[in-house]
């Protein structure tokens, strides 16, 4: 199976650890990022980097994409030297990003005009799981692609799920991301209103994650609460954009208006780069 040669394309914050772990395993990677100094790293200890998706496609023979959101995944696929842009039957393209279901099953229908295989595979878990190789990976296609792709899954997550046709991985992905948004929004509003009243964060926070209310994003994001720093692990704008997009999926349930309010406000503040905690800063 590593004789599998692989092209990774988007070395961002999950991009990049995921394509390290994926060459600490022993497969060849090939790398493509839009911005090409982040290519660098990879380079300089001896991977390969193509000029274009359609070049990488080219010498590849599963190519992934962990990108921003739908535009940059369809900007990628449908550019000018992008994956589609020359006939090359029998790859099989993976997109880790998260984009909505609509889009998903486009690139496939795009993809199997052109004779590729595809499969949707985004990710639950940010940087850390990332690094650790121990993502949780929600997978929709075909069970003999996702077969093909297991062993790879394999190392870049603890474990993965074939969850059914193209899309259903990508509402998954939705559903779970609404989730971490009710976390998020509810901590937030926890720590601030504690504060207010006198108790210090580090006080709530260890009321919150001694007890039956912790759990691992209560956990995670403490230290950064705590320290009032919110470096993106996961940047603010992508939870904007997923609420966005388990809004237009049909997402109808009595807290997403409000939720998505509350982010897109801290949004439209300038918070949109930094990390999704940083929702304490608008509140
Ligand atoms: P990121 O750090 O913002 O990286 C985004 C990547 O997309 C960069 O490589 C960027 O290239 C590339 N890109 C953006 N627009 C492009 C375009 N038009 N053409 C080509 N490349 C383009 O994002 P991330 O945190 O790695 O997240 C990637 C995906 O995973 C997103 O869909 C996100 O929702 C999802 N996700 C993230 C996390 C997390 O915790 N971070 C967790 C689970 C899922 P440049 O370097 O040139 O800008």
């Known amino acids: 199976m590593n004789k599998l040669k692989l092209g990774w394309i988007g070395l961002g914050n999950m991009g990049n650890p995921m394509a390290k772990n994926l060459i600490k395993a022993g497969f060849e990677v090939v790398v493509f990022n839009r911005t090409k100094e982040k290519e660098t790293e990879f380079i300089e200890?001896?991977?390969?980097?193509?000029?274009?998706?359609?070049?990488?496609?080219?010498?590849?023979?599963?190519?992934?994409?962990?990108?921003s959101n739908d535009?940059?995944?369809?900007?990628?696929?449908?550019?000018?030297?992008?994956?589609?842009?020359?006939?090359?039957?029998?790859?099989?393209?993976?997109?880790m990003s998260t984009v909505s279901p609509d889009t998903s099953r486009y690139l496939s229908k795009i993809s199997s005009k052109h004779q590729l295989e595809f499969l949707e595979a985004p990710v639950s878990g940010s940087v850390k799981p990332a690094q650790d190789g121990t993502l949780i990976i929600l997978v929709g296609g075909t069970?003999?692609?996702?077969?093909?792709?297991?062993?790879?899954?394999?190392?870049?997550?603890?474990?993965?799920?074939?969850?059914?046709?193209?899309?259903?991985?990508?509402?998954?992905?939705?559903?779970?991301?609404?989730?971490?948004?009710?976390?998020?929004?509810?901590?937030?509003?926890?720590?601030?209103?504690?504060?207010?009243?006198?108790?210090?964060?580090e006080d709530m926070l260890a009321i919150v994650n001694e007890g039956a209310c912790g759990n691992g994003i209560t956990k995670l994001k403490s230290s950064s609460i705590i320290n009032n720093s919110f470096p993106a692990a996961f940047a603010l704008k992508h939870l904007v954009k997923d609420l966005r997009l388990a809004k237009e999926a049909g997402l109808d349930a009595p807290?997403?208006?409000?939720?998505?309010?509350?982010f897109n406000h801290a949004h439209d503040m300038g918070l949109g780069n930094e990390d999704v905690m940083a929702i304490m800063k608008s509140l």
């Open 45 to 67: 200890s001896g991977a390969k980097s193509a000029d274009s998706p359609q070049h990488l496609l080219e010498i590849c023979d599963v190519v992934f994409t962990m990108l």
């Open 71 to 95: 535009e940059a995944v369809k900007a990628v696929f449908e550019g000018e030297s992008g994956l589609l842009a020359k006939e090359q039957p029998g790859k099989l393209i993976i997109n």
């Open 143 to 201: 069970v003999e692609s996702y077969n093909k792709a297991k062993p790879i899954f394999d190392v870049l997550g603890k474990f993965s799920h074939h969850l059914g046709a193209i899309g259903v991985g990508s509402s998954a992905k939705l559903a779970i991301n609404y989730l971490l948004g009710l976390n998020l929004q509810g901590l937030a509003e926890t720590v601030l209103f504690a504060e207010k009243n006198g108790v210090s964060r």
């Open 255 to 262: 807290l997403i208006n409000p939720l998505f309010d509350s």
